[in-house]
Nanobody, 126 residues
Framework: QVQLVESGGGLVQAGGSLRLSCSASGRSFSTGTMGWFRQAPGKEREFVAA???????????DYGDSVKGRFTISRDNAKKTVYLQMTSLQADDTAAYYC????????????????WGQGTQVTVSS
């Protein structure tokens, strides 16, 4: 099995920055896809970012339209940790953020992910 633990959430002012971390264990960290999703009350779970390896490239990334240019996903293979660096945070970024793993390569839909962390709350104040 794969176990995922998120950390780094908290309260931040609009325009500020925050970095989330996701520590992984089990299976092979470098296989499949590691992703970040978020969900605000009353809204569907939204794809935020994903990172995977394919065709010899070890760091292929993708982002949801709402966070492109503001968020950056990265990975530290030695620490088995995935990060989400969030900048220029807005009130609409307020949500519970979840780390997830999929055996598929390049997965971006929540239904394709197999394991999920417990979530960490990010609140952006104006």
């Amino acid at each position: 099995q794969v176990q995922l633990v998120e950390s780094g959430g908290g309260l931040v002012q609009a325009g500020g920055s925050l970095r989330l971390s996701c520590s992984a264990s089990g299976r092979s960290f470098s296989t499949g896809t590691m992703g970040w999703f978020r969900q605000a009350p009353g809204k569907e779970r939204e794809f935020v970012a994903a990172i995977w390896r394919s065709g010899g490239r070890d760091s292929i990334t993708d982002y949801g339209d709402s966070v492109k240019g503001r968020f950056t996903i990265s990975r530290d293979n030695a620490k088995k940790t995935v990060y989400l660096q969030m900048t220029s945070l807005q009130a609409d970024d307020t949500a519970a953020y979840y780390c997830a793993w999929s055996w598929r390569t390049g997965a971006v839909s929540s239904g394709r992910y197999d394991y999920w962390g417990q979530g960490t709350q990010v609140t952006v104040s104006s």
